[in-house]
């Protein structure tokens, strides 16, 4: 059964860190870009970052730039965002998406997501 399963959400006070892990069971993570992706409330869904398989490129939105840093364990199928300098309105449910034809081609499967809230 293929799944994805994110961890490591809660709550932290602005400019506090959490590391959010996505974790891959039932297909190879090996071939796909992953991708971050979050939801506020009220708000369209955008992507905060990706990896890709083949070379290892890293992407991020604007707003994360210098504060989330993506990376990828294949002999763990997992990914993991690294989030630092965290701010109320990163606030959202976040979500992990494999690609199958690299970053941007759209996820293939999605996880369940993880709340992330920055509040003091």
């Known amino acids: 059964q293929v799944q994805l399963v994110e961890s490591g959400g809660g709550l932290v006070q602005p400019g506090g860190s959490l590391r959010l892990s996505c974790a891959a069971s039932?297909?190879?993570?090996?071939?796909?870009?992953i991708g971050w992706f979050r939801q506020a409330p009220g708000k369209e869904r955008e992507g905060v970052s990706c990896?890709?398989?083949?070379?290892?490129?890293?992407y991020y939105v604007d707003s994360v730039k210098g504060r989330f840093t993506i990376s990828r364990d294949n002999a763990k199928s997992t990914v993991y965002l690294q989030m630092n300098s965290l701010k109320p309105e990163d606030t959202a449910v976040y979500y992990c998406?494999?690609?199958?034809w690299g970053c941007g081609s759209g996820g293939n499967y999605w996880g369940q997501g993880t709340q992330v809230t920055v509040s003091s």
């Open positions: 998406a494999a690609e199958a």
């Open positions: 039932g297909f190879s993570l090996d071939y796909y870009a």
């Open positions: 990896i890709n398989s083949s070379d290892g490129t890293t």
